[in-house]
């Protein structure tokens, strides 16, 4: 076996250990209307990404992976709310080709659902060594307020129109990033690794949490249609200020510039507003330059990693890991 | 000064001191759109009787009242989240006099600035005595989720016709109740009573919350307009299911409860509905009824205070305070 399918192994077995023991978090049946849309949230999948960076970043600390599971369940129940009610926020129908909660049953259900998903995060987050928990909870908070700082700022950038590549960059700090920083320096905590090492990893996680935020623009218009499943361009189609649009707006000349608020002011179909945008991307090298700053956030990440007090070869799940989300655009 | 006003200005003084400390409370200025909203919600009053409680079950045991200031404001940080997005399931457009915060500013900000005051309460919980933190978080938490399950039955029997009393205590025991309980379970545990005097407590506060919730549906129709300031008989027109209609459900005669479901069924004007319903209310002796449930609660909670192992002088706060909370029905 070489060293790839190996810790690709042993990823599989730490996802399936997530997977078990999220099933078996127990939720009253009572009342029903609570705690079915909690049932349903948590069962309809996704990576199980944040979780399985907490059991790494604490397996990278030879820590006991029994100590770490509950708090990265609470990480993984506290970003299924986020997303329970981003959903209602964003009046999405659909999560993961399910209806979202909001939808199947009513926002007033998905509302408080969501709030409790949160209290039973902090309840699984307080089950661990005791002596950690003070830590944990600490930077578990603060990252669950900037969370919601990232979604309000998120929101607040619908109306802006004046959202520049450092605004960005911040809101996708705190909505998406800091929360795998967190996951990574939780995990590190319980393993009672140097505080110099938790806040490099912390650093670690959240640049790739840029890294990978910036890909997932990327490929939203840039992506394998066959390979996503979707037809590419949503963000285009919805006006939606992400890193490709914000430096296209960055380095136009006024023709562009012009040809963008155009595109943008609609009139035109999906199709076209995919296609002409993409011309004004392509002319402005938007694709190379946004997988540019994916590779420095990448390698920002990777130097951190590299700067860990460990001894390498432990180093090489979440490299391995970090390798195998990085996806080739074509 | 005689003993009711000496424990009132200590009651006052309490009061000041959980007034001036809520204001200091620190939330970042940025981003305005999600903590304008707290600090208003925060800002616009209350009797503040849960920290009250917090401080006096604290007192009652010589705690240190510095130790148990902050977990006081979680409370009543976390009361005030479950109000603004109860305000939210509701569509209320009012609270205490003043705009809500989604009618103020939207119902997305009112979700998100709602999940930031919960996070907020968890912070405040947290900065108090190291050895208290697991088992203040335990009884918060488990509260917490309980007046989520308390909002959502309520929710529920909007559309059920077949709520029972028992239903009925079992929702406000968890929507209100237990939240009263948790404070001052939450103030002896800081001062370090024992298991028994917490739990004994616990169940003094959760009966107080149901004594005073019957006399709230009591005094939305019996209630001196003067006052109240509102109206009298606001539960009856708005349908609401109280401990007087589902009384009256149990206790009338066929005529009667054809009489209760005609009113119910709309076609009458608000006073004529109020009107009629105190009518049939009056035949059923539904307000003597409820004041006896009433004082069956209210005796449960001064025989429990009683048992409390405690001076006789150190209970006199707490009495005098339950005793004030009590109105007489004109």
Redesign the interface.
């Known amino acids: 076996m070489c060293h790839y399918q190996k810790f690709m192994s042993e990823i599989k077995y730490l996802q399936q250990l997530i997977h078990d023991k999220l099933l078996q978090v127990p939720f009253?049946s009572?009342?029903a209307?609570?705690y079915d849309p909690i049932r349903y949230m948590l069962s309809i999948g996704g990576k199980r990404m944040r979780p399985l960076l907490v059991l790494m970043g604490c397996d990278l600390y030879k820590g006991n992976i029994d100590k770490a599971i509950n708090p990265a369940l609470a990480v993984e129940v506290f970003h299924n709310f986020t997303l329970l009610?981003d959903d209602?926020?964003d009046n999405a129908p659909v999560r993961r080709s399910k209806p979202t909660v909001h939808a199947k049953w009513n926002s007033?259900?998905a509302?408080?659902s969501?709030?409790?998903m949160?209290?039973?995060a902090?309840?699984l987050l307080?089950q661990t060594d005791?002596t950690k928990?003070?830590a944990l909870?600490?930077i578990f908070?603060?990252t669950?307020?900037e969370v919601?700082?990232g979604?309000?700022?998120d929101?607040?950038f619908e109306s802006r129109t004046d959202v520049s590549l450092d605004d960005y960059l911040e809101m996708i700090q705190l909505k998406t990033a800091v929360l795998l920083g967190c996951s990574l320096k939780m995990g590190a905590i319980i393993a009672g690794a140097s505080e110099e090492d938790c806040n490099y990893i912390y650093t670690a996680g959240c640049d790739l949490g840029i890294a990978f935020q910036l890909q997932d623009d990327l490929l939203d218009l840039y992506g394998d249609e066959q390979q996503f499943g979707k037809l590419p361009g949503g963000d285009v189609v919805a006006n939606k200020k992400t890193y490709l649009l914000l430096k296209a707006l960055e380095l136009s000349n006024e023709k562009q510039k012009a040809e963008i608020v155009l595109i943008m002011q609609g009139g035109l179909t999906a199709e076209e507003k995919v296609q002409r945008m993409k011309t004004v991307f392509n002319e402005l090298n938007i694709a190379e330059l946004t997988i540019e700053k994916m590779e420095f956030y990448y390698k920002s990440a990777m130097d951190l990693i590299d700067a860990l007090h460990v001894e390498p070869s432990r180093k090489q799940q979440l490299i391995q890991l970090s390798e195998g989300l990085k996806v080739r655009v074509t």
Do not use: R, W, Y
């Open positions: 009253p009572h009342p209307s609570l009610h209602i926020m007033n259900i509302i408080l969501g709030d409790a949160f209290v039973k902090i309840q307080m005791e928990i003070t909870t600490e908070t603060a669950a307020l919601c700082e979604q309000q700022l929101m607040d």
